[in-house]
């Protein structure tokens, strides 16, 4: 927060403030900075946070760690970007319209920078709010907290903070010194004209990218040179997303030196026992002879595949199962306690059970018993000892095994569970290849006996959202794209624009997650949650260079000297260089430079959880976000961009009005050569 609050507040007043005006008048410094503001965006963001965090919280939604470490930079990344914009075109607009009044020229700047603010808050909200509608508690928590933060951050930005801008001026033009502004500095300069403020033209960066950056990024042979390479960056990230690791190492959550890192290290490498697993049946009337054989396997009629003899099978071939070991089958172990030739089991009345029994006990089954006698006899083998004289008693293996209702005639055994082991989990990948397994298992026994079978270990409760997450993102991520398309060509009024916007986000997004597999970041909801944010702030990134190209319309350009739309693509060119000289500057300093000071910082933090799952996904996504909307996106619109439109607030003739609107982009130079554009 400091390390944005003072860029933010040093850089926006660099626009109006230079080395060469405080040089001429360093009373001017007192008037100019603005920190003020920098402080009102920080607050504005703090603001928001807290709206979303009181609002969903009385409305019973959780906070959760990762809404507490990531939604307060992401409004803080979102908001300043926004700052930025809306103060440099203010700043446009005061040497344009110097003699009109604060407020018209507030109405001016916001007319010209809100549609795109207004496209970026939308579509952010829109793909934030389509997490809350998975599954994932951590994932649809963040989606709801993060849409509301962001909403109710551009509506402030909109309204708490143009006012703000709007005192701030005022306070300008009467000499009043930042943060002071009791005290009047009389040697300031005063007015909004250039030569009294020392507003240069444009700064260097504009100057770079109008004079050498845009020309040569348009040229025809360095546009076929960008396409090849980034459509080759995408099919890598495309060859990269099988690689995408699943899990969350437990290790990374430890700060960097813990003591608790060697011995989960030791832990996997000398402990070479598995975890147990249950499979639980339901709502299966064991006390039926037909039930029965279909969950044991010691009997000649037990069926095939039956549960128990499905599971030691499995654990004959335990690299693909990760099932190991013997079953502890409770219903095997209770007709073998009731074998009469163990004497010492089943004792009633002073003598043996089924001894003189007709039928006999029988390894057919035939003489078991069934319904309220087995249910009599399952009671009394449950609470039977496991001792030196019976080692087949239920009380000490079985007791918690099973759920009995004596007295429900319909299904008198609601619950049983069947334990075995699985092998050895040493890896993320392993434990939710054994998590996979035993799903695979209960399915089996599920359809081909029809009886309800599910797995259940200990640690299923931190890998169940490992059997889903591909598909729920690849549902997340399709949803907030198509949100995108949807949204973008209804507020740029252009399918075309809003198809090379949309691509451009599916390409910043692919090169992300090819990250991700290159730098050892795996797929789990902490980095879920980062793709969905990768969605809106790529929006962000786009979104005012596809505005700024929809203006000026074809109409408008045909007019201009023939240089500029003299090209085959008629205008498309023209416009795609006005984007990048009028805001490319904007979105290099007040967004890519923003985000990247908020990413550095976490590069120095103890946490590996952070570095890990934060810093290299953000970086990756502040350089690929940066590099697909500075370099691609204006190639893309040049080459299929959509038709633009008349900006309503024109006036005058075409060189008078671009040049008040200070795209002078689109005026011959003198030094100008169409042929080298």
């Not at 695979?440 to 889903?468: C, G, H, L, M, W």
Request: charged content about 15%; proline content about 4%.
């Amino acid at each position: 927060y400091i390390i944005m609050f003072l860029y933010a507040s040093l850089t926006l007043g660099s626009t109006t403030l230079t080395v060469k005006s405080i040089m001429h008048n360093p009373a001017n410094a007192l008037v100019q900075s603005k920190f003020t503001l920098g402080v009102i965006g920080i607050v504005i963001v703090l603001m928001s946070v807290s709206a979303s965090v009181g609002l969903f919280s009385a409305c019973g939604i959780k906070v959760t760690l990762i809404i507490a470490e990531v939604i307060p930079f992401l409004v803080l990344a979102v908001g300043v970007d926004n700052i930025f914009l809306i103060v440099h075109e203010f700043e446009r607009v005061n040497l344009s319209h110097p003699d009109d009044s604060v407020e018209s020229r507030i109405s001016k700047a916001l007319g010209r920078m809100g549609p795109s603010i207004l496209l970026s808050a939308s579509t952010e909200t829109v793909a934030f709010a389509l997490g809350a509608a998975v599954g994932m508690p951590a994932v649809k928590n963040f989606a709801a907290y993060a849409a509301g933060a962001v909403f109710v951050n551009a509506l402030l930005q909109v309204t708490m903070f143009v006012s703000v801008l709007s005192l701030n001026q005022r306070r300008v033009e009467s000499r009043r010194a930042d943060c002071f502004p009791f005290i009047k500095v009389g040697r300031a300069a005063t007015g909004t004209r250039g030569g009294q403020y020392g507003y240069e033209e444009e700064g260097g960066l504009q100057r770079f990218i109008r004079k050498v950056y845009a020309p040569a990024l348009l040229n025809r042979k360095v546009k076929v040179g960008v396409v090849i390479v980034f459509l080759g960056i995408f099919t890598a990230g495309l060859a990269l997303l099988p690689t995408v690791a699943l899990g969350l190492d437990q290790r990374i959550a430890f700060p960097t030196g813990s003591y608790l890192i060697p011995y989960f290290n030791d832990l996997d490498q000398y402990f070479n026992t598995g975890p147990p697993v249950y499979f639980v049946v339901r709502n299966l009337d064991a006390s039926e002879r037909k039930h029965q054989q279909e969950l044991c396997s010691r009997f000649s009629t037990c069926h095939p595949y039956s549960l128990t003899n499905v599971l030691e099978q499995e654990a004959k071939r335990s690299d693909i199962s990760y099932i190991t070991g013997s079953t502890a089958s409770w219903i095997d172990d209770f007709f073998t306690w009731l074998n009469p030739t163990n004497e010492e089991c089943c004792v009633e009345h002073g003598k043996t059970c089924f001894a003189d029994r007709d039928p006999p006990w029988s390894i057919t089954l035939n003489g078991m018993p069934e319904d309220g006698e087995f249910i009599h006899y399952l009671t009394k083998w449950l609470a039977s000892p496991t001792n030196e004289a019976c080692p087949f008693g239920g009380a000490a293996p079985y007791s918690n095994a099973l759920v009995i209702h004596p007295n429900n005639t319909q299904n008198p055994i609601p619950a049983s569970n069947f334990r075995t082991a699985h092998t050895p989990l040493h890896s993320q990948s392993d434990f939710i290849a054994a998590y996979a397994s035993a799903r695979r298992i209960a399915a089996t026994v599920s359809e081909s006996q029809n009886v309800d079978v599910f797995p259940y270990s200990k640690f299923y409760i931190f890998f169940d959202q490992y059997a889903t997450i591909v598909s729920l993102a690849g549902t997340l991520l399709g949803s907030a794209i198509a949100i995108i398309f949807f949204l973008t060509s209804l507020l740029l009024g252009s399918i075309a624009t809003g198809l090379v916007v949309t691509l451009t986000v599916i390409m910043i997004v692919t090169a992300v997650l090819g990250t991700m597999a290159l730098s050892h970041v795996s797929l789990n909801a902490i980095s879920l949650v980062n793709l969905v944010i990768c969605v809106g702030i790529a929006v962000e990134f786009c979104s005012h260079i596809a505005r700024a190209f929809q203006f000026p319309s074809k109409t408008l350009l045909a007019k201009a000297p023939s240089q500029l739309v003299g090209r085959m693509e008629r205008g498309r060119d023209a416009r795609a260089w006005a984007a990048l000289c009028n805001v490319g500057g904007s979105v290099f300093s007040g967004i890519t430079v923003t985000k990247f000071l908020g990413v550095a910082v976490l590069a120095f933090t103890r946490s590996k959880i952070f570095e890990v799952y934060y810093f290299r996904v953000w970086l990756a996504l502040v350089v690929w976000a940066a590099g697909h909307a500075l370099v691609f996106l204006p190639v893309g619109l040049s080459l299929v961009g959509g038709e633009g439109y008349m900006d309503s607030e024109s006036e005058g003739s075409v060189e008078e009005d671009l040049n008040s609107r200070r795209y002078r982009a689109l005026l011959p130079e003198e030094d100008y050569d169409s042929d080298d554009y």
